[in-house]
């Protein structure tokens, strides 16, 4: 059974830079693609970036388009989100979440219901 932790998180101003992880236990990370989403007070979740199991192919919501740039590392186990010149709308908890995969699928939906895997989430907090 695959386990994910999220981690660093934290306060940025606007402008600034953040990378979060998601650190995976119990399971290989190559049979499974992986989604970021987030969830703000007031707001519906919104998926944010995924990466295909396969890592060649990624999926990036408009909001956050040429500013976020998702990555995985599977020999550590690790997925990454990038996220660059932050805006106060970005203030969210982050959420990693895993669907199951064959390892050569380049298949990145950000479609929440189809991740069945989730982190505890970190909180992201965009402050001047």
């Known amino acids: 059974q695959l386990q994910l932790v999220d ?61 976020f740039t998702v990555s995985r590392d599977n020999a550590k186990n690790t997925v990454y989100l990038q996220m660059n010149n932050l805006k106060l709308e970005d203030t969210a908890v982050y959420y990693c979440a895993a669907r199951p995969a064959w390892p050569e699928s380049s298949y990145s939906s950000c479609a929440a219901y189809e991740y069945d895997h989730w982190g505890q989430g970190t909180q992201v907090t965009v402050s001047s």
């Open 7 to 67: 981690s660093g998180g934290g306060l940025v101003q606007p402008g600034g830079s953040l990378r979060v992880f998601c650190i995976t236990s119990g399971s290989t990370l190559d049979y499974y693609a992986i989604g970021w989403f987030r969830k703000a007070p007031g707001r519906e979740r919104e998926g944010v970036s995924c990466i295909s199991a396969n890592g060649r192919s990624t999926t990036y919501a408009d909001s956050v388009k040429g500013r």
